[in-house]
């Protein structure tokens, strides 16, 4: 099924709901990881439920947000009552009951060349969206969060903002651009770290947090922004001129705003609906 057969539709949208009879959701209310405060310039805002780990926290999801559920997620979002607009994935990591075919169920191959994530994202931008967040993306394989970190540098190459959510921190990209924090009550010992994605950064600065960076040039083989922190009352600010930052924060910390230096083209590609054309013929034949 391609992007198309998702298309936005008028008025609210369908949803996927948790009947009531079914279980209670058995993760206790936390501040951490919610949504609540969140404000955006986008067009809408998407919010993504993963097959990771959602480390006791309970999500938040602010109104009139266009959530998917990729694959195995849809069981989280059933445990945690959550009702979804579209469901996308291949389905392997699924415990629970496979969605009905059609209407708002994508089913795709497993042989495909993009992780279920990347294709919700790409649902979630055909609809509009540039600000994506997303739960469920951390902790369990490590390969899916290397995978996971990675599609949040390819959406600020794309102008758009992605946070992964889990484990009470934060996981954003930011590219050609500035992360702008408000002054906050963040406890000491909280880190901040900032990894260069690209190859090389350049122009990096973090004035207002406790260790300074003033026009810092940062790499992908050597780590020279890890283990900062907010000061008590202070706003601070992380600065890239050229290049893609990986940036993590304490979830109670408040989002950032985002500011970019220029604007950007493309987009997320199509819906990869195919069997990957590079598979080996042994392979394409499983």
Not at 59 to 79: E, K, N
């Given at each position: 099924?391609?992007a ?8 609210p949208?369908e949803?996927?709901?948790?009947s009531?009879d ?11 990881a ?6 955006t310039?986008?067009s809408?805002t998407?919010?993504?439920?993963a097959?990771?780990?959602y480390?006791r926290?309970t ?7 266009f959530?998917i559920?990729?694959d195995g ?5 059933r445990?945690l009552g ?10 392997d ?7 009905a075919d059609?209407?708002?169920t994508v089913?795709l ?17 055909a609809?509009?969206?540039r ?6 993306a951390l902790?369990?394989r490590i390969?899916?969060?290397?995978s996971?970190?990675?599609l949040?540098a390819?959406l ?5 903002s992605?946070?992964?959510h ?5 996981i ?5 651009g500035?992360l702008?924090f408000p ?12 990894f260069?994605h690209?190859?090389v ?10 260790y300074?960076l ?6 992908n083989?050597r780590?020279n922004?890890?283990?900062?922190e907010?000061?008590d ?6 600065e ?14 408040p ?5 970019r230096l220029?604007?950007?083209e493309g987009?997320l590609g199509?819906?990869d609906t195919?069997?990957?054309?590079v598979?080996s013929e042994r392979c394409r034949r499983?």
């Amino acid at each position: 099924m391609c992007a198309s057969c998702v298309a936005p539709t008028s008025g609210p949208p369908e949803r996927y709901a948790r009947s009531h009879d079914s279980h209670p959701p058995p993760y206790p209310t936390q501040r951490l990881a919610t949504l609540s405060d969140m404000t955006t310039h986008d067009s809408r805002t998407c919010v993504i439920f993963a097959a990771g780990e959602y480390y006791r926290e309970t999500p938040f999801v602010p109104d009139g947000a266009f959530v998917i559920a990729a694959d195995g997620g849809l069981d989280h979002t059933r445990d945690l009552g959550i009702g979804i607009d579209v469901v996308v994935g291949d389905f392997d990591s699924l415990k629970g009951a496979r969605p009905a075919d059609g209407g708002r169920t994508v089913a795709l191959p497993a042989q495909k060349d993009d992780p279920d994530l990347l294709s919700a994202l790409k649902i979630g931008w055909a609809h509009g969206a540039r600000e994506f967040h997303v739960f469920g993306a951390l902790g369990g394989r490590i390969d899916h969060t290397i995978s996971n970190i990675q599609l949040m540098a390819l959406l600020a190459e794309r102008g758009a903002s992605g946070y992964l959510h889990g484990d009470g921190t934060i996981i954003t990209a930011i590219c050609d651009g500035t992360l702008s924090f408000p002054a906050n009550d963040v406890k000491p010992g909280r880190m901040v770290s900032v990894f260069s994605h690209s190859d090389v950064s350049t122009g990096v600065s973090e004035p207002g947090l406790k260790y300074e960076l003033e026009h810092a040039t940062m790499s992908n083989v050597r780590v020279n922004g890890v283990s900062n922190e907010f000061l008590d009352g202070a706003p601070a600010r992380i600065e890239v001129e050229h290049g893609t930052l990986i940036v993590t924060f304490p979830a109670e910390a408040p989002l950032p705003q985002v500011t970019r230096l220029h604007d950007f083209e493309g987009d997320l590609g199509a819906l990869d609906t195919e069997v990957s054309s590079v598979l080996s013929e042994r392979c394409r034949r499983r």
